[in-house]
Nanobody, 124 residues
Framework: EVQLVESGGGLVQTGGSLRLSCTAS????????IGWFRQVPGKEREGVSC????????YYKDSVKGRFTISNDAAKRTVYLQMNDLKLEDTAIYYC?????????????????WGQGTQVTVSS
């Protein structure tokens, strides 16, 4: 069974940090690019960061560049999103997703598998 399980969300004050984890099972982890997306009620899901299947390329949404860092641990089949200097506008449900395409993108279309999401709430 294919599974992507996110964890690490929570409540944090502005300027604080969280590290999200996305642990995969049921498919060849090394063959898939992994993306992190977020969504707030009433808005479309948007790409935040992604890492290619070989972990040699990463992308970030402009508003999180310099604050968020994506990384992976292939041995643990886990992708991390380190989020520093969090802002109110980072509040959302964060999802990870897996795409068979080697290079990642912020389009939702290539992503075959999705996690259930983890809530991140940033308060003032």
């Amino acid at each position: 069974e294919v599974q992507l399980v996110e964890s690490g969300g929570g409540l944090v004050q502005t300027g604080g940090s969280l590290r999200l984890s996305c642990t995969a099972s049921g498919f060849r982890f090394d063959d898939y690019a992994i993306g992190w997306f977020r969504q707030v009620p009433g808005k479309e899901r948007e790409g935040v960061s992604c890492i290619s299947s070989r972990a040699d390329t990463t992308y970030y949404k402009d508003s999180v560049k310099g604050r968020f860092t994506i990384s992976n641990d292939a041995a643990k089949r886990t992708v991390y999103l380190q989020m520093n200097d969090l802002k109110l506008e980072d509040t959302a449900i964060y999802y990870c997703a897996a795409s068979i395409l080697p290079q990642c993108s912020f389009s939702l279309i290539p992503y075959d598998y999705w996690g259930q999401g983890t809530q991140v709430t940033v308060s003032s």
